[in-house]
């Protein structure tokens, strides 16, 4: 019975070892055929994206082909061309973009230049040559201001900001990234204004200002959720998780990043999606929720594999071994420590050698900034000597006017004298012609003779007094008399004083008062001055004086 007994637990024990043997197997082969899934839809969906990205190549290669060599259209086909090589392996991204520049350059396209310098700064921040990029984009920088592109503009302190972030420069990169936002919120551009929030919230946190950090992200969130932005809620939640995770409020944290992931996996990014993974490790593996954060690491490390993330391969090799050392797994857990050390060492070497780098750089960053402040500064002073030179032309042009108008006032001053002369004579002579009707009826034959005589020895308009009415008409009315003469040179001077009257606008009875005779004498002189014109019925002789006057310098 006893042997029966003991048959009988060993078989019960061998059946339990079994049974959690056949458990493990399972689920060793349901993450196999997890993992087989993922890389086999991973497969097919980047040879489709490759092949997408093979034929657009193919396209523009056929059309520069055909497109004349010095063509703006030809620039922008380069600077497309120069971006799609960005998603090639073996892209020959500098080749297109330098071309683009050159020939935009040699045509004076300065849409074309600016482009090509992004694809160029764009470029050289990738290699981590970061002087190179900020050089293309202090140029682009330079002639968006010149053309006075608003847009270009702040996309340029936009990319000089990420520049001078990825630099360690921070203060440089805040100043660049608050000048693009002051021109997105003027144009209420929502999606820039988002992503530039978060960058400047991302620079606080960094900076371990997680007050200024949390007040920058929450604008950007509330400006993203307002406008349903799902590329900004997606990084903005992957932001603020990692905020509350770093503040230890892990649970707030987990239901971040898991809204994180949900829009990860929305709007397909792939690198998105590996840091959200990554960062539910963690929160996993601060929770002793061991098997998940596994399994979130595995998903994180095949992700960073696929986008070529060196740090997030490392973070992912790192939360591996954390979680099966917890998990028991030790002979796994040394496998991905070993992984995590052989990267690490590698990254480290490759992170000394870009400090080395980056020191030497630093002092050439600053010297390009120093060179383009100068470069401003050269270009405000040019304009404020050019504002300088306007406002004293502008001054000597209101002396010179003043004066012109002083001495114009005083020739029309002059003139209003001479007709205020000839009309006292005018009322003298209408007097004496009174007093010559009492004599014709009153006096005797040969008193009437001798004051007749004495009236036609007084002429209104005397020699003198037409010679110093003409002086003073000129003045205001330079080579009227001449012109008029040159253009009716059958015109009498008397004709010619008629016309100079009707010139200043004189009444008939202002004419008639100043020329001694009566508005009717007047109208028929007119009419005798329109006929000399040769004038037809529908114009008038005012009109002709005035274009007379108008054409003297033509003359």
């Not at 197997?25 to 993992?35: C, S, Y």
């Not at 160029?120 to 053309?147: C, H, P, Q, T």
């Not at 900004?232 to 503040?247: A, I, K, M, P, W």
């Not at 959200?276 to 595995?298: I, R």
């Amino acid at each position: 019975m006893n042997l029966l007994i003991k048959l009988f637990q060993s078989s019960d024990c061998a059946a339990l070892c079994c049974l959690s043997e056949v458990k493990c197997w399972l689920r060793k082969i349901i993450k196999v055929k997890f993992v087989f899934l993922m890389l086999l839809g991973s497969f097919y969906g980047h040879m489709a994206a490759s092949q997408k990205y093979e034929q657009e190549i193919d396209s523009i290669s056929k059309v520069l082909e055909v497109l004349p060599e010095e063509d703006t259209n030809r620039v922008n086909a380069l600077i497309n061309m120069a971006r799609l090589q960005t998603f090639k392996p073996t892209g020959e991204t500098l080749k297109y973009a330098k071309w683009a520049l050159e020939l935009s350059e040699r045509l004076d396209y300065q849409s074309g230049i600016i482009e090509s310098c992004f694809v160029l700064g764009y470029y050289f921040d990738n290699s981590g040559r970061y002087v190179n990029a900020l050089e293309y984009l202090y140029k682009a920088l330079d002639i968006s201001i010149k053309i006075q592109d608003g847009g270009l503009e702040a996309n340029c302190h936009n990319f000089l900001g990420y520049i001078h972030k990825s630099s360690g420069q921070y203060p440089e990169a805040l100043t660049h990234y608050n000048k693009s936002l002051t021109y997105w919120e003027q144009q209420k551009n929502p999606n820039m204004e988002a992503l530039i929030l978060e960058n400047i919230g991302g620079i606080y946190f960094t900076k371990g200002d997680n007050k200024q950090a949390l007040e920058y992200y929450n604008q950007a969130f509330n400006l993203a959720k307002a406008n349903n932005l799902d590329r900004r809620l997606g990084t903005l939640y992957n932001s603020l998780g990692e905020f509350y995770y770093q503040d230890k409020d892990f649970d707030k944290a987990l239901e971040y990043q898991q809204s994180a992931l949900e829009y990860a996996i929305k709007i397909e990014s792939t690198r998105l999606q590996s840091e959200v993974y990554g960062s539910l490790s963690e929160v996993y593996l601060v929770n002793d929720q061991s098997q998940e954060a596994f399994a979130m690491a595995e998903k994180a490390l095949y992700l960073a594999r696929l986008s070529n993330s060196k740090h997030e391969m490392l973070e992912s090799y790192q939360r591996l071994y954390t979680s099966l050392q917890q998990l028991g797994d030790y002979q796994h857990a040394y496998e991905y420590q070993s992984k995590y050390l052989a990267l690490h060492d590698s990254l480290s070497n490759l992170e000394n050698v870009q400090a080395i780098e980056h020191l030497k750089y630093k002092h050439e960053i600053e010297l390009v900034n120093e060179q383009h402040k100068a470069n401003v500064l050269r270009r405000n002073a040019l304009i404020g000597v050019l504002v300088a030179l306007l406002i004293i032309g502008m001054l000597i042009f209101n002396r010179r006017y003043l004066i012109i108008k002083k001495k114009l006032d005083s020739k029309r001053q002059l003139l209003n004298y001479s007709i205020r002369s000839l009309e006292e004579k005018s009322k003298l002579v209408e007097n004496v012609n009174r007093e010559l009707q009492i004599f014709k009826q009153n006096a005797t034959h040969d008193v009437k003779i001798k004051k007749f005589n004495k009236v036609l020895q007084f002429n209104i308009v005397t020699d003198d007094d037409w010679e110093n009415f003409k002086k003073a008409f000129e003045d205001v009315y330079p080579n009227f008399l001449a012109s008029l003469r040159y253009h009716y040179p059958n015109l009498t001077t008397a004709e010619i004083r008629q016309a100079a009257l009707i010139k200043m606008k004189l009444t008939i009875k202002e004419t008639a008062s100043i020329l001694g005779i009566t508005p009717e004498s007047v109208k028929k002189s007119r009419h005798r001055l329109k006929k000399k014109l040769e004038l037809s019925e529908n114009k008038s002789v005012d009109e002709v004086l005035n274009n007379l006057n108008a054409s003297i310098s033509n003359d």
